[in-house]
């Protein structure tokens, strides 16, 4: 292994390192955060934020376990006075991708729900059978003489 001289200045190694940032529900919101996943008994569920994007822009698909959410919008504005033109111009497009956990309803649509710029996702996890519990029984030995 080489060493390497440690130079407290260097942004190289900067992003190289998994910053593990807390995601607090209430906050998220707030504070915009893209993708928040969580998991309850009954259900995995997703939220995302697109905030200003209508529900007809918004695309979700799910193939092969993988789960896509993608929404644009453009805003344009044109002013003209006497002598002067204002034209400004906001766009915004989001792009989520995300795999989904094994015991997840697979053939069953999941319910999607849009409020305040954040969309949502339940999917509905699958029902296991609680554990069977097998009786052990002594075998008889055979007597031969």
């Not at 593990?20 to 934020?49: H, K, W, Y």
């Amino acid at each position: 292994m080489a060493i390497i001289r440690w130079n407290p200045w260097s942004m190289d190694r900067l992003f190289d390192d998994d910053w593990d940032l807390p995601t607090i529900p209430g906050l998220s919101r707030l504070a915009g955060q893209g993708l928040n996943l969580s998991e309850t008994d009954d259900e995995v569920i997703a939220e995302a934020a697109l905030p200003g994007v209508p529900e007809e822009k918004i695309d979700v698909t799910v193939e092969d376990g993988v789960v896509h959410i993608v929404g644009a919008v453009e805003k344009s504005d044109h002013e003209k006075g006497n002598r002067k033109s204002f034209l400004s111009t906001l766009s915004s497009s989001y792009n989520y991708a995300f795999r989904l956990p094994q015991g997840v309803v697979s053939d069953q649509e999941p319910v999607c729900e849009l409020s305040d710029g954040i969309i949502t996702l339940r999917f509905p996890k699958i029902q296991k059978a609680p554990p069977k519990k097998l009786k052990v029984t002594k075998k008889a030995k055979d007597n031969k003489s």
